[in-house]
């Protein structure tokens, strides 16, 4: 004859099994939700991504410091052409750009008639920016998910957080959030969250694709 603890403390045994397994359960759907969700993500940026040869737009970017009252604001002009043209220009506060044709470039600060010739591979910072912007244009995300861990925090507009993987990378940067327009043909803002809480927003507007360029635009 089983004993009431007994029937009781089996019981118990029971409903705990079933409570982790339900638990286990529930975690690994959510984990193929969010795998499929991604994965549906990365497929409508680069069939979006492959319909168009360039795209240019205008752009705002914004320096927000907790050790300044108001963000420090800048804007320019942004344009790319497959396979790895870039023509990226600030206009206001102070003039300056580079212009990109493979990995060789020019760039000028303050007169545009007055440019310096470099190495992309040779100047971190150009290199960067080059490398993110080449890479959200050709929807290259092989060579994103070498860099980052990524995930999907909004489904539409699609919205991805990039987390550093990169040990170097992830002592200044915290992670950074892309923002895709309503048919994923283009980012529409970029944030990059520092590790002391300090970020930039660059957000991008009068966007257009496959427009006609200026024959001399990329001229290196």
Request: contains cysteine; hydrophobic residues 40%; charged residues 30%.
């Amino acid at each position: 004859m089983i004993t009431r603890p007994y029937r009781y403390l089996s019981s118990l045994i029971t409903l705990l099994v079933l409570c982790l397994a339900f638990g286990s359960m529930t975690e690994t759907q959510a984990e193929e939700e969010r795998q499929d969700l991604r994965s549906e993500a990365f497929s409508r940026i680069a069939a979006a991504a492959a319909s168009f040869r360039t795209i240019s737009s205008d752009f705002v970017q914004e320096k927000h410091s907790s050790m300044l009252k108001d963000p420090l604001l800048s804007s320019g002009r942004f344009v790319y052409e497959k396979p790895d043209r870039l023509y990226w220009e600030i206009v206001k506060p102070s003039p300056a750009g580079f212009v990109v044709t493979g990995v060789k470039a020019r760039r000028w600060e303050g007169d545009a008639r007055k440019t310096e010739t470099f190495d992309v591979r040779k100047e971190p910072v150009a290199r960067a920016i080059v490398e993110q912007v080449f890479a959200w244009s050709r929807a290259d995300f092989a060579w994103l998910e070498k860099r980052y861990r990524i995930t999907v925090t909004e489904d539409r507009p699609t919205a991805l957080r990039l987390t550093p993987l990169s040990s170097q990378e992830k002592k200044y940067i915290s992670h950074l959030i892309i923002t895709f327009s309503r048919d994923w043909s283009h980012v529409s803002s970029v944030d990059i969250s520092e590790k002391g809480g300090d970020y930039v927003r660059i957000r991008f507007f009068h966007t257009l694709l496959d427009e006609p360029l200026p024959g001399n635009l990329f001229t290196p």
